[in-house]
């Protein structure tokens, strides 16, 4: 059975750091691509940023790019999402979510998600 | 980056009911498009990938079509677990992945 769990959430100051992390279990995580989803209170989803399996292709959307950074530890079987610069519209549940291919395809399997609250 | 458009953003219907949401591209996707089904406090699900594949164990009562920019999910006979928020999602080549703003389906 597929599991995502994340870590790393809580209560940051605007302008400060956070690491993300996301563990993953009862698949080839290896052989998939990743992401990070976010969902603000009340509001619909967003993608934030995927890795591809091999990490040769990474993307970001614009309201996080120069300021998140993803990455993967496929011996670990961990996605980990670098925040910096952090801000008040940064406040969101985020999931990791495992895609069905080895790049973009459509996400088969969500984990729970962890909050993170950006304000001072 | 792709814009999605879903309409309408809420609907109201019944049990048994057919219902059709409508999500549109701002360019060509072919169709490399995909819906969820997300109900309260609970992460999304995948119902339909590649416009028209449904996910296995996904009732057949959700069914998807079209190509292009223009897409539609169609519930055939709204089942009370049905009332939920759905997205549409592009997977376009590798471009960054885009949502639909979501289509809050009521009693």
């Known amino acids: 059975e597929v599991h995502l769990v994340e870590s790393g959430g809580g209560l940051v100051q605007p302008g400060r750091s956070l690491r993300l992390s996301c563990a993953a279990s009862?698949?080839?995580?290896?052989?998939?691509?990743m992401h990070w989803v976010r969902q603000a209170p009340g509001k619909g989803l967003e993608w934030v940023s995927g890795i591809s399996s091999n990490s040769r292709t990474i993307d970001y959307a614009d309201s996080v790019k120069g300021r998140f950074t993803i990455s993967r530890d496929n011996a670990k079987k961990s996605l980990y999402l670098e925040m910096d610069s952090l801000r008040a519209e940064d406040t969101a549940l985020y999931y990791c979510v495992k895609d069905r291919g080895s790049s973009w395809y459509f996400f088969d399997y969500w984990g729970q998600g962890t909050p993170v609250t950006i304000s001072s | 980056d792709i814009q999605m458009t879903q309409s309408p953003s809420s609907l109201s219907a019944s049990v048994g009911d057919r219902v059709t949401i409508t999500c549109r591209a701002s360019e060509s996707i072919s169709r490399y498009l995909n819906w969820y089904q997300q109900k309260p406090g609970k992460a999304p699900k995948v119902l339909i990938y590649?416009?028209?594949s449904l996910q296995s164990g996904v009732p057949s009562r959700f069914s998807g079509s079209g190509s292009g920019t223009d897409f539609t999910l169609t519930i055939s006979s709204l089942q009370p677990e049905d009332f939920a928020t759905y997205y549409c999602q592009q997977s376009y080549s590798i471009l960054p992945i885009t949502f639909g703003q979501g289509t809050r389906l009521e009693i």
């Open positions: 590649a416009t028209s």
């Open positions: 009862g698949f080839t995580f290896a052989d998939y691509a």
